[in-house]
């Protein structure tokens, strides 16, 4: 368990987080999971979840400097939800893997530079500080929990 203060509160921060993600597809179904309540051009939960857990993770590896997993961020946007306990299981797997990169490592540098090789078009020859990705990590992450929250309150209305 990593003793540096950055990511003791980025590792808080983000454990609230993903404790409300986990919450929003909580005793779903996977026809729920798939389900677009907001229409054709929005985001089923499953989605959303997939899509912010590889986002978070990706993110985070670059922000203290470990290897980055494979990421098909494109992908993240095709999931589809077939049976609702597997999907759950790959959450679990995703957050424990997000949580074990903050755990592992030893202290964070700032300063620290990387590129998101995930990433398309001219962002992803930009180097970004770890602070930047760290930054954005926590807020990404925020966001698509309020996308989740309010997708399963559609649900559920």
């Known amino acids: 368990m990593t003793n ?3 990511l003791i509160a980025a590792r808080d921060n983000v454990g609230g987080s993903i404790d409300e993600l ?6 779903l179904t996977a026809e729920q999971l798939d389900t677009r309540p907001a229409g054709p051009d929005s985001n ?14 990706s993110w985070l590896a670059l922000a203290i400097g470990a290897p980055s997993s ?10 589809v939800v077939e049976d609702a306990g597997v999907f759950l299981v790959e959450v679990d797997a995703q957050i424990a893997a997000i ?4 755990d592992d490592a030893e202290t964070f540098d700032p300063t620290l530079t990387g590129v998101a090789t995930w990433m398309s078009g001219p962002r992803a020859e930009e180097p970004v500080t770890a602070a930047w990705a760290l930054q954005h990590a926590l807020a990404h992450l925020g966001e698509h929990v309020g996308h989740a929250q309010l997708t399963r309150q559609l649900l559920e209305a």
Do not use: Q
């Open 99 to 102: 949580f074990s990169l903050i």
């Open 44 to 57: 089923p939960l499953g989605v959303i979840t997939m899509h912010a857990l590889a986002s978070t993770r």
């Open 70 to 79: 494979l990421r098909d961020r494109p992908a993240e946007f095709r999931t």
């Open 4 to 6: 540096d203060p950055t």
């Open 22 to 27: 986990r919450k929003a597809v909580a005793a």
